[in-house]
């Protein structure tokens, strides 16, 4: 089944505390992209990938970094998180640019303390 | 830079009556997408548009695209209770220097029996 994968999909933590959210896609993609969703602001783009070892900052890049290695995979990484980035994350992809259909993965519920 | 407003942000309506949500957006663009999200779920895609007067219809949803005003529309005919969900349109950005679909903030269906 063509898919996009998070993981985890829930997570309390604590400030400081580095951690990764997982993405992967099982559809030979090349763009995939990271969304941030908030109560009134809708969804706003964290960072994206147009391929392997290409990537780059969205609307709201701070505080957060991304590599992606593989095609299939582009992590998110929060280094020293914050209760500010207390939010929903969705991973999405696209087969080759942003002005495709996006497929959007399940969504990652983050809580930092 | 470009802008993508809908309205209304939330919207309460009774089964079997019609409504339209509006979707505008700032500059020009060829495309626009429809997306349903479900409450604490993902976001599925629902329609591309791709040129000025495109319209298509799925069940009881259909969408439109004026570009020339600049403007969507999702009408929703006879609504029933598994329309309820929260619906972005989203437009693709094609200047500066970022790669992405810019989401209006969504409009909260709740479909009353």
């Known amino acids: 089944e063509a898919q996009v994968t998070q993981n985890p999909r829930y997570l309390i933590t604590v400030t400081g505390k580095k951690l990764t959210v997982t993405c992967s896609q099982n559809?030979?993609?090349?763009?995939m992209s990271w969304y941030r969703q908030d109560p009134g602001l809708g969804l706003r783009q964290i960072y994206y990938s147009m391929n392997v070892e290409v990537t780059d900052k969205g609307d709201v890049p701070e505080g957060y970094k991304v590599s992606r290695k593989e095609k299939r995979n582009f992590p998110l990484i929060l280094e020293s998180p914050s209760p500010n980035q207390t939010s929903l994350y969705f991973c999405a992809s696209s087969p080759r640019v942003a002005q495709e259909t996006q497929y959007f993965g399940p969504g990652t519920r983050l809580l930092v303390l | 830079e470009l802008k993508v407003e809908q309205n209304p942000l939330f919207l309460s309506m009774q089964e079997g009556k019609n409504y339209t949500i509006y979707c505008n957006y700032s500059t020009t663009s060829d495309r626009l997408y429809w997306y349903r999200q479900d409450p604490g779920k993902s976001l599925e895609s629902l329609f591309v548009l791709l040129s000025n007067g495109a319209v298509k219809q799925e069940g009881r949803l259909m969408a439109s695209l004026d570009t020339k005003a600049r403007l969507s529309t999702l009408h929703i005919t006879a609504a029933v209770h598994d329309l309820s969900a929260t619906y972005f349109c989203a437009v693709p950005n094609y200047g500066g220097a970022t790669n992405k679909l810019i989401f209006g903030t969504g409009t909260l269906l709740a479909v009353q029996p």
């Open positions: 559809m030979n993609h090349e763009y």
